[in-house]
């Protein structure tokens, strides 16, 4: 379910440089990112990829919920976020 308030996604490598946001400006139904290592070679099936600089870091969602009943329904939605990782 997408939220529909405001929201983003901002990546970090181990050294805690942002490398990466999105929002819900830019992608107003949410987004499903594939996250590789620089120089590695794009899955072909994936519909967007984005190269980290490190092979650790961080992934931080962040939902508007100015509300304690907005708070419940973003807690909710989050409990459905997948972050996995892929073999190779």
Do not use: Q
């Amino acid at each position: 379910t997408p939220w529909n308030a405001h929201w983003s996604l901002s990546l970090y490598a181990a050294n805690s440089d942002n490398f990466f946001i999105i929002d819900d400006a830019e992608a107003h139904r949410g987004a499903e990112i594939t996250l590789i290592r620089a120089g590695r070679a794009h899955p072909a099936d994936a519909s967007m990829v984005v190269e980290s600089p490190s092979d650790r870091g961080i992934a931080l969602i962040r939902r508007l919920a100015p509300t304690p009943d907005a708070y419940e329904a973003a807690k909710r939605i989050a409990a459905a976020d997948v972050c996995t990782s892929a073999a190779g």
